[in-house]
């Protein structure tokens, strides 16, 4: 007995109900071609995940309904493919009664449809509500059991269970599916990327294979969705937990495995992708965060200010690798206290990756501002005034070109500096999305060293000057000026950020743990008068277990100071 399986790990839009389910179709063509009896899609595939607030308007939930229809329609002769389809259900009104159901009147669903008829629906029984997630606000839990059978060609029957990603990292559903008599355990998800993640994954479900003796198929998402990305890593488990088959990461695919009968018990097998480093799992996020934002989004093309320092480099170079040189446009934008190795660099990157490269030079604008504002400021020294004057006129003009030509502006601000405030509101921050924010300055560095050493789209080699690298890091706002002069070494200061930031540590805590109390007194000072402006930052790729975005809701009027 054999049963052969595939994962539609495939990048879906949020919204795009018509062109998902056409992928979903397409893909159940070629399975049903090759002889699959399981199709399996990601967790709320057919509208995208996440729709947030899409999810509360009736002729939305209307669209996914008339989506749904269409894929059982028109796979109706794909006679013996099961199809499972993740998208949102309503509740019933006598389930709604039952449980004074108002707000949220939705499940997160997943049906089975098999020859033009949905013949089985489940609903996620556990709804996640932290870091990015926040479930409760649309979706109410399933109470159900999810098995479904399916018939084998040589005419056995397979009885799977179906779990929807939360519901995985929970004891009881696998386990009372397999009471149900599930031989094999089916994960439908919608996980989002960050740094280790993917390890994570395959240990809890190891967990879950080795506690109940059953193998499980991860079926995941791959794409883009604003500040989030998913890797796809789909995989296979075998009933002892040892890991039968890995799909590619950062890419669409169709995954097939064979589930099969082998003495008393079943095994499952598939091809297994190798395993990738944590810089190079980075770097493929980030590129496919750029890549799906700006593609999905319509933008023609992006642009970004080069300084010649190693932050606006390394946006370039994943511009570059998510877009193609073509589609990327850089500008240097020159002050009196711009190095002349700074226009020597940017201009050597840029020939290096083959990008269009212009030069603005502020200073007659700088001088304007400081004319016309002369009589006001008359008597008082210059200060950070005048170096965010020239921020905002780097910003005025990268927003100009991106208003008289369309190409979205792309800032080049790090996550330690979006902590501290080590930015300008209007200046550098200002612009249509935020590669980087989410990585701090020494990922930086390493990012760099890590692509001057691979061409993973083959873009080019090296493609980052070693002078960028290695040279300190300044903003170039007043004479001589350094970042450190202003902030902690970046080794203390990403260090501090991730214990507070990141993992809740005390301020206490963190100088118990050998860091000085004036460094940690003044970072968590920075992070809390900072908030302002970090509610006016683009959206960034999120690749952290925590970032300034949907999991950081602090607010900005507070008087709490530990």
């Known amino acids: 007995m054999t049963l052969p399986i595939c994962v539609a790990q495939l990048n879906f839009v949020v919204g795009d109900m018509a062109g998902n389910a056409q992928k979903i179709i397409a893909a159940a063509q070629q399975a049903h071609g090759s002889g699959v009896r399981v199709l399996i899609t990601p967790e709320l595939a057919l509208c995208g995940y996440a729709a947030e607030d899409l999810f509360l308007r009736p002729a939305f939930i209307d669209a996914c309904d008339d989506a749904l229809k269409t894929i059982a329609l028109q796979t109706a002769g794909f006679h013996g493919l099961h199809i499972v389809v993740g998208h949102p259900a309503r509740v019933p009104d006598e389930a709604r009664r039952e449980r004074s159901v108002s707000v949220a009147r939705l499940y997160n669903a997943a049906s089975v449809l098999l020859n033009g008829a949905v013949t089985h629906t489940y609903a996620k029984r556990e709804l996640p509500n932290y870091q990015v997630f926040d479930e409760r606000r649309y979706f109410v839990p399933g109470q159900c059991i999810g098995v479904f059978d399916v018939g084998t060609a040589d005419g056995e029957t397979v009885r799977v269970g179906l779990m929807i990603c939360e519901d995985a990292w929970f004891e009881a559903p696998a386990a009372q599916a397999k009471a149900a008599g599930a031989q094999l355990l089916v994960v439908i998800n919608a996980s989002p990327f960050h740094t280790g993640k993917g390890g994570e994954r395959e240990a809890a479900m190891q967990v879950r294979t080795q506690a109940t003796g059953l193998p499980l198929v991860y079926a995941h998402l791959v794409g883009g969705q604003d500040e989030i990305v998913f890797e796809g890593r789909s995989f296979v488990l075998d009933a002892d937990g040892s890991l039968a088959g890995r799909a ?315």
């Open 248 to 562: 590619v990461s950062f890419e669409e695919t169709l995954f097939g495995c064979t589930f099969h009968r082998q003495g008393a018990g079943w095994r499952i097998e598939a091809s297994t992708d190798r395993d990738h480093s944590a810089d190079a799992d980075l770097w493929h996020a980030l590129v496919l965060g750029v890549r799906d934002y700006i593609g999905k989004n319509g933008f023609p093309s992006a642009l970004l200010g080069l300084s010649g320092g190693i932050d606006s480099a390394l946006v370039l170079a994943i511009a570059v690798d998510a877009l193609g040189a073509d589609r990327v446009r850089t500008v240097m934008m020159p002050s009196p206290y711009t190095a002349d190795i700074s226009w020597i660099d940017a201009r050597d990157m840029a020939e290096r990756l083959g990008v269009r490269y212009d030069e603005i030079d502020i200073a007659p604008q700088f001088e304007a501002f400081k004319a016309s504002l002369a009589g006001e400021f008359a008597g008082l020294p210059e200060d950070t005034t005048e170096e965010n004057l020239q921020a905002r006129i780097r910003g005025t003009l990268l927003m100009a070109l991106s208003n008289k030509f369309g190409g979205i502006v792309l800032t080049t601000g790090n996550k330690s500096e979006m902590a501290t405030g080590y930015c300008t509101l209007y200046g550098d921050m200002a612009g249509g999305f935020a590669v980087i924010k989410d990585v701090a300055k020494t990922a930086v560095f390493r990012l760099a060293h890590w692509r001057n050493a691979h061409d993973p789209y083959g873009t080019g080699a090296n493609p980052i000057p070693e002078r960028i690298i290695t040279r300190p890091p300044s903003a170039e706002l007043r004479p001589d000026q350094k970042d450190q002069d202003s902030l902690p070494e970046y080794a203390v200061l990403d260090a501090i950020i991730e214990r507070y930031m990141e993992n809740d540590e005390s301020p206490a805590q963190i100088v118990a743990e050998g860091y000085s109390a004036a460094d940690v007194d003044k970072v968590v000072r920075l992070i809390r008068i900072n908030e302002y402006k970090r509610r006016q930052a683009p959206v960034g790729v999120r690749v952290t277990h925590r970032s300034f975005g949907k999991d950081w809701r602090y607010p900005i009027t507070s008087k709490y100071r530990a």
